[in-house]
């Protein structure tokens, strides 16, 4: 028994179509998944640009505390030190950078808010610092989030095989300590 199809110019027509819509499906997809990649690339940058701003913040404002808020004398220097060693690091997140944030942020810790009956500067000096110690934290959090979902794209198989990154790095999360001390 053997059955013998017989292809007519209208099945031809309705095969071409399929495969045509097909295709247009594929190519949409890809130029989807090409867009959302870039996108969640520039929005890494932007996370980091964001957090590198709040750490910038943060370490003048331990930099004001440090000279002005009263605390005494040898937390006063260490906080300067952390950081001054902070606003001094030259690469954005080299390891260096992230150890003095760190250290800082230890610092922070172990530093006693000043006596009772300062000025109102002086409150507004640790507001100040505790506001940029919250939008560190939150910085760091959105652009690990984001590093986080960047990476997934990445892992899909097509992805990879399609080379749709392009020569975009891989990003990286950052990590350091950046929980905040109660006791200022």
Same mark, same amino acid.
């Given at each position: 028994?053997?059955?013998? &199809?017989?292809?007519?110019?209208? $099945?031809?027509?309705?095969?071409?179509?399929?495969?045509?819509? *097909?295709?247009?499906?594929?190519?949409?997809?890809?130029?989807? #998944?090409?867009?959302? +990649?870039?996108? +969640?690339?520039?929005?890494? &940058?932007? #996370? %980091?640009?964001?957090?590198?701003?709040? /750490?910038?913040?943060?370490?003048?404002? %331990? /930099?004001?505390?440090?000279? &002005?808020?009263?605390?005494?004398?040898?937390? *006063? #220097?260490?906080?300067?030190?952390?950081?001054?060693?902070?606003?001094?690091? $030259?690469?954005?997140?080299?390891?260096?950078?992230?150890? *003095?944030?760190?250290? /800082?942020?230890?610092?922070?810790?172990?530093?006693? %808010?000043?006596?009772?009956?300062?000025?109102?500067?002086?409150? $507004?000096?640790?507001?100040?610092? @505790?506001?940029?110690?919250?939008?560190?934290?939150?910085?760091?959090?959105?652009?690990?989030?984001?590093?986080?979902?960047?990476?997934?794209?990445?892992?899909?198989? +097509?992805? @990879?095989?399609?080379? /749709?990154?392009? #020569?975009?790095?891989?990003?990286?999360? &950052?990590?350091?300590?950046?929980?905040?001390?109660?006791?200022?």
């Amino acid at each position: 028994m053997n059955i013998e &199809i017989v292809w007519g110019v209208q $099945e031809w027509v309705i095969l071409g179509a399929i495969v045509l819509a *097909a295709l247009l499906a594929l190519g949409w997809y890809l130029s989807y #998944t090409a867009v959302r +990649l870039d996108r +969640l690339h520039h929005r890494v &940058i932007g #996370t %980091a640009a964001a957090l590198d701003a709040q /750490l910038v913040r943060r370490a003048e404002a %331990a /930099l004001e505390v440090a000279y &002005i808020a009263g605390i005494d004398p040898a937390s *006063a #220097t260490l906080m300067a030190a952390s950081a001054g060693a902070a606003l001094d690091q $030259e690469e954005t997140w080299s390891q260096d950078r992230l150890d *003095a944030e760190s250290q /800082l942020t230890e610092v922070l810790r172990a530093t006693h %808010a000043p006596v009772v009956g300062q000025q109102v500067e002086v409150d $507004e000096l640790l507001d100040r610092m @505790r506001g940029t110690g919250e939008r560190v934290k939150l910085a760091r959090r959105f652009h690990n989030e984001a590093v986080q979902e960047a990476r997934a794209v990445r892992g899909q198989r +097509l992805v @990879r095989f399609l080379h /749709l990154a392009g #020569t975009a790095k891989v990003p990286l999360p &950052i990590g350091f300590d950046d929980d905040w001390p109660e006791t200022l």
